[in-house]
């Protein structure tokens, strides 16, 4: 529950970032071209808001790692978190190290995913970029 609710609010408040700042002038010319409701949401309002969506994952994922390790932490019965409590706790640095390390190369790597992810799904931002 702490993981859904560390993660939860970085994604819905920039994808509710996202779809309120989409270009009103684009709005106005789905609906000049008498576009539904649903064409209005997929091709115009979906792929303006996807830069953020993709931002608040990528955001996601890094309190979604700091929640879990708070989580394992408190309750230290098992996990990461506990593995760093009891090593801390033995004076064992070298081994407290290890989880840290692991957490850190799997942000980095969705982190990573995630970008790819981006340029596979929106290459126009990948071209906003450079």
Not at 10 to 16: A, D, F
Not at 40 to 49: F, Y
Request: aromatic share 10%; net charge positive.
């Amino acid at each position: 529950m702490i993981l859904f609710l560390f993660a939860f609010f970085p994604l819905v408040i920039n994808t509710y970032q996202g779809v309120k700042n989409v270009d009103p002038r684009l709005l106005e010319v789905g609906r000049a071209f008498r576009c539904s409701e649903r064409q209005l949401w997929t091709n115009i309002v979906l792929p303006a808001a996807l830069p953020f969506i993709v931002t608040g994952l990528r955001l996601a994922v890094g309190r979604g790692l700091i929640g879990m390790v708070l989580a394992d932490l408190y309750t230290a019965i098992s996990g990461i978190g506990y593995l760093i409590v009891r090593s801390a706790s033995t004076y064992r640095v070298d081994k407290m190290f290890v989880p840290i390390v692991v957490l850190g190369v799997l942000g980095i790597t969705l982190t990573a995913l995630l970008r790819a992810a981006e340029r596979w799904v929106a290459p126009w931002t990948a071209a906003d970029a450079e």
